[in-house]
Every structure is written in structure tokens, then in C-alpha cells.
């Protein structure tokens, strides 16, 4: 018959399980030989194991269970055992899946005395907030997007009026003094005509709008030197344009 364990023993074990299972995060503890020796059921429901899987405590089959889950099965695989090969080293990282979901993974060694015994997994279901990320950073491309038509369509047709009207009072004025004032208006008009289309295409550059994300950086980098005189340059490699227009303001 199994010794019965002593009361404080069964209050810290009773508390240490309670703490597992009231965490947000799913957790995992794997051995140095590859065998699962804990985890806490919010880890099977994130990753949708079987019972199948969980019963055979084996790390192996659970993470091949989980690669056809994911955007980059390879990196996942890859990831993992280059941490089983340092068993000191601590990771973070961030996991995308098919479906949408995205988890962040945090693994450091499980340790007892100086002695590495296995390895801990933390998971945290940060989907909605990524989707939230996405969704502020979409608002804010669009309002962008406004405000720079609307530099354009307003400020700007307003500037050009008043420079065109001030080289016509320069052409119907013989008077010099007058004359010399209306070119000193036209001189300003264009001069904050000049600004105000900069600083339209730094808030949303038109290429932009056609996704052309190297043309649009190549225009920033224009504008970053003609705004504040800082000296940079654009090396874009591979397929550079883009789904979301407005998201690639952020």
C-alpha cells in the first residue's frame, strides 16, 4: 500500500497545481530524454491534442502532432532542437498558424540544485492582441491617408491661389515697392506649397496607396533628407509590395 504523503507535502503540491492551472499561459515541462512530465490543460486546449497524445507523455509525437498547425513547421522543428541541444539557453519567439492564431514561446531550462533537469515551455495566446495591433495600425494609415489628401486638395490649392494671384499683382503693378511685396507673397506661397506636398507624401506617399512599398520608401528617404537633413538610403531585396497599404505607414 502507497505511503500516504504528509500534510504539508500535500498543501505545497496542492497549491503548486493550482497555480499551473490559473496561469494564462499553457505550460510544458519536458525531461532531458524527451519525456513530457507536466503541463497544464490550457496547454493541450491551445494546441488541440488528443487524448491520444497527452496520454503518451512522449515530446516527440506532440510536437509532430503540432507542425501541421503551423505557417513554418521547419523553423518550429528548428527552434526546438537547437534548445534541446543547449540545454541552458532561454528563447523567446513568436509562432504563427495556419488559422490565424499567433502564440509567443518562451522556454528556459528547468534546473534543480545546479543541475539541468529538463525544460520548461510557456505559450501565450496573443491573437486578438496582434489583430488589435493590426487594426490600430490600419485606422491610423487611413487617417493618414486623409490628412495627406487633404493637405493636397486644400491647403495646397490654397497656397497655389495666392501665389498665382500675387504674380498677377506683380504683372499689373508698375509701382515697385508693391510689386517687389506681391513677388515676396508668391515667394512664400510656393515656398509653403513646396512643404505642405512634402510633408503630404511623408504621411502617406502615393506609391503607397498602390502598394509599391520600394517606391514609397525610396520617396521617405527623399523626404527624410529635404524635411530634417538626415543622410539615409533604401536597399530593398525580394517582393517588396504589400496587402495592407495603410498598415505599412507604422
Same mark, same amino acid.
Given at each position: 500500500m502507497?505511503r500516504r504523503l504528509?500534510?504539508n507535502?500535500?498543501?505545497?503540491?496542492?497549491?503548486?497545481?493550482a497555480a499551473?492551472?490559473?496561469?494564462?499561459?499553457?505550460?510544458?515541462f519536458?525531461n532531458?530524454r524527451?519525456r513530457?512530465?507536466g503541463?497544464?490543460?490550457?496547454f493541450?486546449r491551445?494546441?488541440?491534442l488528443p487524448?491520444r497524445?497527452?496520454?503518451?507523455?512522449d515530446?516527440?509525437?506532440a510536437i509532430?502532432?503540432?507542425?501541421g498547425?503551423l505557417?513554418?513547421?521547419g523553423?518550429?522543428?528548428?527552434?526546438?532542437r537547437a534548445?534541446y541541444?543547449?540545454?541552458?539557453q532561454e528563447?523567446f519567439?513568436?509562432i504563427?498558424?495556419?488559422?490565424g492564431?499567433?502564440?509567443?514561446?518562451?522556454?528556459?531550462p528547468?534546473?534543480?540544485?545546479a543541475?539541468?533537469v529538463g525544460r520548461?515551455?510557456?505559450f501565450?495566446d496573443?491573437?486578438? *492582441?496582434r489583430? %488589435?495591433?493590426?487594426?490600430?495600425a490600419?485606422? !491610423?494609415g $487611413?487617417e493618414? @491617408?486623409?490628412l495627406?489628401?487633404?493637405?493636397?486638395d486644400t491647403?495646397a490649392?490654397?497656397?497655389t491661389?495666392?501665389?498665382l494671384?500675387?504674380?498677377?499683382?506683380?504683372?499689373?503693378?508698375?509701382?515697385?515697392p508693391?510689386?517687389d511685396?506681391?513677388r515676396?507673397?508668391?515667394q512664400?506661397?510656393?515656398?509653403?506649397l513646396s512643404?505642405v506636398?512634402?510633408t503630404?507624401?511623408?504621411?502617406?506617399?502615393?506609391?503607397?496607396?498602390k502598394?509599391d512599398?520600394e517606391?514609397?520608401?525610396?520617396?521617405?528617404?527623399?523626404? *527624410?533628407r529635404? %524635411?530634417?537633413g538626415?543622410?539615409?538610403?533604401? !536597399?530593398? $531585396?525580394?517582393? @517588396?509590395?504589400i496587402a495592407?497599404?495603410?498598415a505599412?505607414?507604422?
Open positions: 502507497p504528509p500534510a507535502l500535500r498543501q505545497a503540491l496542492s497549491l503548486a497545481e499551473l492551472e490559473a496561469t494564462a499561459d499553457g505550460l510544458l519536458v532531458r524527451g513530457i512530465t503541463f497544464n490543460r490550457r493541450v491551445m494546441w488541440r487524448k497524445v497527452v496520454d503518451s507523455h515530446d516527440a509525437k509532430a502532432f503540432v507542425l498547425q505557417r513554418d513547421p523553423a518550429f522543428g528548428a527552434r526546438i534548445l541541444s543547449r540545454p541552458r528563447s519567439d513568436v504563427d498558424f495556419k488559422d492564431r499567433v502564440f509567443e514561446r518562451y522556454s528556459r528547468q534546473v534543480i540544485g543541475r539541468v520548461v515551455w510557456s501565450r496573443v491573437t486578438q *492582441a489583430q %488589435l495591433e493590426r487594426d490600430l490600419e485606422i !491610423s $487611413r493618414q @491617408a486623409k495627406s489628401r487633404e493637405l493636397h491647403v490649392q490654397t497656397l491661389a495666392i501665389s494671384l500675387a504674380r498677377a499683382g506683380v504683372s499689373r503693378n508698375a509701382d515697385k508693391v510689386a511685396r506681391f515676396r507673397i508668391d512664400l506661397g510656393r515656398t509653403g512643404q506636398r512634402t503630404a507624401r511623408g504621411l502617406m506617399p502615393p506609391e503607397l496607396e502598394a512599398l517606391s514609397s520608401l525610396k520617396t521617405l528617404e527623399s523626404t *527624410a529635404e %524635411l530634417f538626415i543622410a539615409c538610403s533604401v !536597399s530593398v $531585396r525580394g517582393d @517588396a509590395r495592407e497599404p495603410g505599412a505607414v507604422e
